[in-house]
Structure formats: structure tokens, C-alpha cells
């Protein structure tokens, strides 16, 4: 295992950089890399202790079509394809020219990854695709924690300065309007630090109170699947110098979430990608399990408990590693039969039984004659034991945020560009629509992070 890394004291924090970054998940550190990669001088902060953000809690993968790792797998995929899927997923509410840049960059990404020794060699599938384009590391680890450690590793590496504990206050305005530094507050210091280019890759506001209450008070008793930083500092940062906020109300929830203990658990999509149902408190299907997320979240709602079963065999917890970490925190029940499981969930085990049954059935002749499920079949619910984890939906990410154009550049409300300012990732809004697909999140952060690394440093060099 590497060495933790160690992020600098506010003390070296120097008095102007090229460009700085605003968040240290995905986004901020592939920005700060490549920007560095091109000669600009960097400075990522980070208002947390913890590096990484709301990163480090993916667990599936990241999508791209067309690499050489699917046809390693055999999968020929098409990216033209996978723009149409992702449209249609959305509602058809996504930015054109941004989901365009977006498909077309995610295999660069992967081999971008692939150079800096971060190798996603393995791939699943996940709502919403018809192919299998989430790759993920080969150990199948949730690829949330393994991206950061590797990108804080090329940060090291790199020797870019990473600053935790450090809030960004206020973004700095020349008269001119153009954004040209940040005001910083850090173990009691105050600091202004001038820059060139300033990048918000603060991540979404699924953890704030404040902006679910403003944009979608529905929602405002949910829990959420969040790190507790991710408040909506980005936004608050980029309307308070007149960005455009675009497509607020469209908030995700993600359907598989345990949530019977204080501390709230996703349960990643990809262990209904390698063959996990969705079962009622009967014991019955009643959702095609790899939907969109709105349809399965929306389906599980509708149920008298509001809640559901995710219901697998050794077979499928052989393939999704995360599962290991789920029973390790005590989420799983096991069961040695589907029987016994049955019983140990309250359900009649002749329902169950059958349930799954009926469902090794279609798995066999690939035929899902009850919800038209086409993809996550490759095993049935055959190789003992059998396990269940208790889910219900909970907020997950929000779609909207600030008016980017595909060049990471934020827009007011008149659609001017705000000079020197940048966004990328969950803090900008567009690319999802209303709906966004698993393995897209992580995917945008490499593509939007390295887009941004590379529009600051022509806009730092006079280019643009």
C-alpha cells in the first residue's frame, strides 16, 4: 500500500499560481494534472481533511465507448451510440454540444488514465446501456477510492500543491470582471491568492440543506448518499459573481441505498450490473432492475414500505467486490438456501423460491417475459450462498448547476463567458439532463477535469 498522502500546511501556500483548482475530488486533481502536464503552475484546495470529495464513494466504474479495453472484452461498441442512449436517459434534456464533447473524450480518458499507470482493464455494464462500457480496475475494487489514491499518486509525483482544511471565501474580480484569485480562510488565516484562471470543481450540493429546500423541497426529508462537504460552495462561489445556475430542480435519487444505520450506504450499481434483483418485502420482482435510476427510484417509492431487497448469490458477490465492504459493515443478510434467506427476511421462501426461479429461468433462455430486463444476465441466482441487503432510495447527485459551454468556460445569465473563471464536473449542470446514467459521474470528471486543465492553460497563455 502507498503512503498516505500529505497535504501541504496553508503556510506554503503561495502569494499567486497560474490557475487554482477548488475541490480535490476527480475533476480538481485530472484538471491539476494535466495543467501541470502543460507547464502551468497549480494549487488544488480543498475545504475537507479528507481528499477526493464525493469521489471516493463511486463504486461502479467509468463509462466510455469505443476503447481497446472493450474490444479486449470482446464488446464493439459505438460512440454514436452511446451519445443516443445517454440522450434518451436524460430526457432528452441534455446539453447537445457538452454530451457530444463528452462521448467522444471517454476513451481518450481511459488511455489518459491508462498513461499514468491507473488501468481500468475490467468492465460491467449499468442502467440505462446496452453495452458494457463501465470499466473499472481489474481487482473490480469500487472505483471511487482506487482513482483518487492513483491520482494523488501523479500528484505526488508531479509535486502539484495540495492545501486541505482551506475554504475558499470568495473568487477575486479585477475591474474589468474578470476573475483573478481567490480569497482563502485556513486554520484561522485569511489569504488572498491572485491567479490567472480560477477552476470550481467543487462537486454537486447533495448534502445541502439549503439548496435542496430552495430547489426541490420535496426531497428535503430524504437522506443522502453524500460526503458531507459536497454543500454547494461552488455555486454559492459562482453566483455571488453573477454565473448562470441552469436545470436546479433536476436531482437525482439513487434507488440502492442501505439506510438503517446513521451512517447512510450506496450500493453500487454495478452488483445489479453482475446480476443482483430487486425484490418487494413479498418477495416479488417488480421493476426492471436496470432501468434508469429515476424509473427503478420512483418504482421502490411506490412500494407500501418504501423500500426493497437486492437479492444475490456467491456467484454475483464473486464479481462485485464492494460487496466484501458492504457485509464487512454488517448491511448483508445470508442466508445457506433461498429458503432460509426467505426466512431470515420475514418473506413467505415459497414466494422468494419462486421469484428466483422464475428468474434463473430468463437468465437461461435470455428472455425476461415479466419487466424486459436485457442486460445484467450473465449468471443466475444459482451458487450457494444467498445474500440479501435491505435498500431504499436516497439523493444522489444533482444534475444542475452552473451554465458551462463544453469548453469548461461558466456563463452569466446573458450567456457571456465570465472571464477566467471555470467549471467542471457535478458543480456544473447540462450534461446529465434529468437523469444521469452510472459510470457517467466518474467519466465526466476525467473528461471536463483534463477539458479544463487544458482551456485555462490557453487562456492563462493569452490564447483565447
Same mark, same amino acid.
Given at each position: 500500500?502507498?503512503e498516505k498522502?500529505?497535504?501541504?500546511?496553508?503556510?506554503k501556500?503561495?502569494?499567486?499560481?497560474?490557475?487554482?483548482?477548488i475541490?480535490s475530488?476527480?475533476?480538481?486533481?485530472?484538471?491539476?494534472i494535466?495543467?501541470?502536464e502543460?507547464?502551468?503552475?497549480?494549487?488544488?484546495?480543498?475545504?475537507?481533511?479528507?481528499?477526493?470529495g464525493?469521489?471516493?464513494?463511486?463504486?461502479?466504474g467509468?463509462?466510455?465507448?469505443?476503447?481497446?479495453?472493450?474490444?479486449?472484452?470482446?464488446?464493439?461498441d459505438?460512440v454514436?451510440?452511446f451519445y443516443?442512449?445517454?440522450?434518451?436517459?436524460?430526457?432528452?434534456l441534455?446539453?447537445?454540444?457538452?454530451l457530444?464533447?463528452?462521448?467522444?473524450?471517454?476513451?481518450?480518458?481511459?488511455s489518459?488514465?491508462?498513461?499514468?499507470?491507473?488501468?481500468?482493464?475490467?468492465?460491467?455494464?449499468?442502467?440505462?446501456m446496452?453495452k458494457?462500457?463501465?470499466?473499472?480496475?481489474?481487482?473490480?475494487?469500487?472505483?471511487g477510492?482506487?482513482?483518487?489514491?492513483?491520482l494523488?499518486?501523479v500528484?505526488?509525483?508531479?509535486n502539484?500543491?495540495?492545501?486541505?482544511?482551506?475554504k475558499?471565501?470568495?473568487?477575486?474580480?479585477?475591474?474589468?470582471?474578470r476573475?483573478?484569485?481567490?480569497e482563502?480562510?485556513?486554520?484561522?488565516?485569511?489569504k488572498?491568492?491572485?491567479?490567472?484562471?480560477?477552476?470550481?470543481?467543487?462537486g454537486?450540493?447533495?448534502a445541502?440543506?439549503?439548496?435542496?429546500?430552495?430547489?426541490?423541497?420535496d426531497?428535503?426529508?430524504?437522506?443522502?448518499t453524500?460526503q458531507?462537504?459536497?454543500?454547494g460552495?461552488?455555486?454559492?462561489?459562482?453566483e455571488?459573481?453573477?454565473a448562470?445556475l441552469?436545470?436546479m430542480?433536476?436531482?437525482?435519487?439513487?434507488?440502492?441505498?442501505q439506510?438503517?444505520?446513521p451512517? %447512510?450506504?450506496?450500493?453500487?450499481? &454495478?452488483?445489479?450490473g453482475?446480476? +443482483?434483483? !430487486?425484490v418487494?418485502? =413479498? /418477495?416479488e *420482482?417488480?421493476?426492471?432492475?436496470?432501468?434508469?435510476?429515476k424509473i %427503478?427510484?420512483?418504482?421502490?417509492? &411506490?412500494?407500501p414500505e418504501?423500500? +426493497?431487497? !437486492?437479492?444475490?448469490? =456467491? /456467484?454475483? *458477490?464473486?464479481?462485485?467486490?464492494?460487496?466484501?465492504?458492504?457485509?464487512?459493515?454488517?448491511?448483508?443478510?445470508?442466508?445457506?438456501t433461498?429458503?432460509?434467506?426467505?426466512n431470515?427476511?420475514?418473506?413467505?421462501?415459497?414466494?422468494?423460491?419462486?421469484?428466483?426461479?422464475?428468474?434463473?429461468?430468463?437468465?437461461e433462455?435470455?428472455?425476461?417475459?415479466q419487466?424486459?430486463?436485457?442486460?445484467?444476465?450473465?449468471?443466475?441466482?444459482?451458487?450457494?450462498?444467498?445474500?440479501?441487503?435491505?435498500?431504499?432510495?436516497?439523493?444522489?447527485?444533482?444534475?444542475?448547476?452552473?451554465?458551462?459551454?463544453?469548453k469548461t468556460?461558466?456563463?452569466d445569465g446573458?450567456?457571456?463567458?465570465?472571464?477566467?473563471?471555470?467549471?467542471?464536473?457535478?458543480v456544473?449542470?447540462?450534461?446529465?439532463?434529468?437523469?444521469r446514467?452510472g459510470?457517467?459521474?466518474?467519466?465526466?470528471t476525467?473528461?471536463?477535469?483534463?477539458?479544463?486543465?487544458?482551456?485555462?492553460?490557453?487562456?492563462?497563455?493569452?490564447?483565447?
Amino acid at each position: 500500500m502507498a503512503e498516505k498522502f500529505q497535504p501541504l500546511s496553508v503556510s506554503k501556500l503561495a502569494d499567486s499560481y497560474d490557475a487554482v483548482i477548488i475541490g480535490s475530488g476527480g475533476t480538481g486533481l485530472s484538471a491539476a494534472i494535466q495543467a501541470n502536464e502543460l507547464g502551468m503552475k497549480v494549487a488544488v484546495l480543498e475545504k475537507e481533511e479528507e481528499l477526493g470529495g464525493n469521489t471516493n464513494r463511486a463504486s461502479s466504474g467509468m463509462n466510455a465507448a469505443e476503447t481497446n479495453v472493450q474490444l479486449m472484452h470482446g464488446v464493439i461498441d459505438n460512440v454514436g451510440e452511446f451519445y443516443r442512449e445517454t440522450y434518451k436517459d436524460g430526457g432528452r434534456l441534455n446539453d447537445k454540444d457538452m454530451l457530444g464533447y463528452f462521448v467522444y473524450h471517454t476513451a481518450p480518458a481511459i488511455s489518459w488514465l491508462a498513461d499514468h499507470n491507473i488501468k481500468l482493464d475490467d468492465i460491467t455494464v449499468t442502467g440505462g446501456m446496452s453495452k458494457k462500457r463501465t470499466h473499472r480496475p481489474a481487482s473490480m475494487a469500487p472505483i471511487g477510492g482506487f482513482l483518487v489514491q492513483s491520482l494523488l499518486g501523479v500528484v505526488a509525483k508531479e509535486n502539484i500543491p495540495v492545501f486541505n482544511k482551506t475554504k475558499v471565501t470568495n473568487l477575486l474580480q479585477a475591474e474589468d470582471g474578470r476573475i483573478n484569485g481567490v480569497e482563502i480562510e485556513s486554520e484561522g488565516i485569511t489569504k488572498k491568492v491572485s491567479a490567472k484562471a480560477v477552476i470550481l470543481a467543487t462537486g454537486g450540493f447533495g448534502a445541502s440543506k439549503e439548496y435542496i429546500e430552495r430547489f426541490r423541497p420535496d426531497l428535503k426529508d430524504y437522506k443522502t448518499t453524500n460526503q458531507p462537504g459536497a454543500t454547494g460552495d461552488g455555486l454559492k462561489l459562482a453566483e455571488q459573481v453573477g454565473a448562470e445556475l441552469m436545470q436546479m430542480n433536476l436531482v437525482q435519487v439513487h434507488p440502492t441505498v442501505q439506510q438503517d444505520n446513521p451512517h %447512510v450506504y450506496l450500493i453500487g450499481e &454495478a452488483v445489479r450490473g453482475e446480476g +443482483a434483483i !430487486l425484490v418487494n418485502a =413479498q /418477495g416479488e *420482482r417488480f421493476v426492471n432492475e436496470l432501468n434508469t435510476r429515476k424509473i %427503478v427510484s420512483n418504482a421502490i417509492t &411506490a412500494l407500501p414500505e418504501h423500500s +426493497a431487497y !437486492l437479492i444475490f448469490d =456467491q /456467484g454475483i *458477490r464473486d464479481r462485485a467486490k464492494a460487496i466484501e465492504f458492504y457485509d464487512k459493515v454488517g448491511l448483508v443478510v445470508h442466508g445457506d438456501t433461498v429458503e432460509d434467506l426467505a426466512n431470515k427476511l420475514n418473506m413467505d421462501p415459497s414466494t422468494l423460491s419462486s421469484t428466483v426461479n422464475t428468474w434463473n429461468q430468463a437468465v437461461e433462455s435470455h428472455n425476461d417475459t415479466q419487466f424486459n430486463r436485457t442486460t445484467g444476465m450473465d449468471r443466475g441466482i444459482t451458487k450457494p450462498g444467498f445474500f440479501a441487503i435491505h435498500i431504499a432510495p436516497a439523493i444522489h447527485y444533482t444534475m444542475g448547476g452552473i451554465h458551462i459551454t463544453p469548453k469548461t468556460e461558466v456563463l452569466d445569465g446573458n450567456g457571456d463567458i465570465i472571464k477566467g473563471l471555470f467549471a467542471a464536473g457535478e458543480v456544473a449542470g447540462g450534461l446529465h439532463g434529468n437523469n444521469r446514467v452510472g459510470g457517467n459521474s466518474i467519466s465526466e470528471t476525467i473528461v471536463f477535469g483534463r477539458q479544463a486543465g487544458q482551456q485555462v492553460t490557453l487562456y492563462a497563455r493569452g490564447l483565447k
